[in-house]
Structures are given as C-alpha cells and as structure tokens.
C-alpha cells in the first residue's frame, strides 16, 4: 500500500467536508456498461489508489473483470487490488435484488454486514482508506441497486463519506474536476 504521510515535505490530502470538518472520501464504481480499459482510466482520473473488490463472487462473464485478469490490469495501471469477499452480497440479497426487490435486498444485506466477519472487514477498510484513494468495487452502474451503496453508508462512522464514480466516460472527471471532492493538500 501506498503511504501519503511520510515527512520530509510530502503531501498530505485530506478531503474537506462541511462545517470544517475533515471527511475523507472513499469512491464506488460498477463495471456494468463499460470496458476495462475506461474502468482502468476512470480509476487513473480521480487518483484511485487501491480498489476494494467487495463482490461475494469476484468472477464475471465480462472480460477483465474476473479477479486475477482484474487485479492484472490494475497492477499495470498502478493501483492495488484488495479481495474484500466478507463484505459481498449473500446470494438471497443478490437474488432479491435480480428481481428488482431492493426493500428485501437491503434488509438482508444490512443484517449481512452488521455481523462479525463483515463488521471487521469494515475496520479493515477504513485503516486501508487511511493511507490510500480507496474505490469500491461491484457489477451495478446505478450504486442504488448494489450493496456497495450500503457499504459505502457504512463507512461514514469512520469518518468516511461516499462519491460514485461511473465507468463510461473517464474524462468527464478530467472535464468536470469541480465536481470531485475539493482535496487540502498540506505539507508536513
């Protein structure tokens, strides 16, 4: 992992939230839609750092999403891959979302993560978050229909808030940077 904290004038970013509080942002994106390579550059055009896989099955029928070629592709672009399996979509939330149930999905999915395995692996995440641009990553465009929206929710007593990205247009963020989170760069 990568370390932004080391001393001899560094920089340091912290994102800036209302009220003069300092929240950090941890990103989410879905490869529904999109193609490896504007994945890869969409993650390169906000300074994602490490993407935190949180599919229960990090396999996929589109290719370069499966966990290895993923992780293959993200090393070559610089970027960490982190297997976060506890905090995947048990397959009833996965079924119940399928059929478009998402009052159902997020029952089951909340009463999935606030069990123990789940729980640590949301620790685990926010101290990775603490020295990386973290990204969540899932199947689902639209984060309201992906449990990474309620891992993201989860991340806030941490100090977290949550930004989704989408895939299939990198250089909108490039176009549209006033729209990221506003990053304090401070030396120390």
Known sequence: MKD??????????LIVCQKDKFMKTVYTIGYEGTDIHRFVETLQAVGVEAIADV????????????????KDQLNQAGIDYIAMKELGD?????????????????KLYSAHVDQEEPKSALKKLATIAESNIVCLLCFERDPKTCHRQIVGERMAPFGYEMFHLYGDDPKRYIRHQEKLPTINSAIV
């Open 90 to 106: 048990p397959k009833p939330g996965r079924d119940a979302a399928k059929a478009g149930n998402y009052t159902l999905f997020r």
């Open 4 to 13: 932004h904290r080391q001393a001899s004038g560094k920089l340091v970013q």
């Open 55 to 70: 599919r229960a099955l990090p396999l996929s029928r589109k290719k370069g999403f499966s966990k290895n070629a993923l």
